[in-house]
């Protein structure tokens, strides 16, 4: 969470989210243990997946806002400009 709020680098940013999210999911295999069930591991490996899949469209807005506007810090983003 400290990465989240502290740092303004997509990519330092990409990398806290990841480490929030692999958190989350390693609850689920606690949990799931906790309750002698297999179903967490499940959810875990749905998780990871997804997370992974996010991760890299991700990445890949972030190699074009990268190419486009010259730019590694996300809040010296030109602001959006309004469409007619």
């Known amino acids: ?3 989240l709020v502290t740092k303004r680098s997509g990519l330092k940013l990409l990398i806290s989210l ?3 999210a692999a958190a989350a999911a390693m ?3 606690g949990f799931a243990a906790a309750a002698q069930d297999t ?3 499940a959810f875990m490996i749905l998780a990871l997946s997804v997370d992974t899949c ?3 469209v991700v990445l890949a807005v972030l190699m074009a806002l990268r190419r486009v506007h010259s730019i590694a810090d996300l809040s010296k983003l030109p602001p959006e400009e309004e469409s007619e």
């Open 54 to 56: 996010i991760a890299g």
């Open 27 to 29: 609850n689920f295999v």
């Open 39 to 41: 179903l967490g591991q």
């Open 1 to 3: 969470m400290y990465g």
């Open 18 to 20: 990841e480490l929030v």
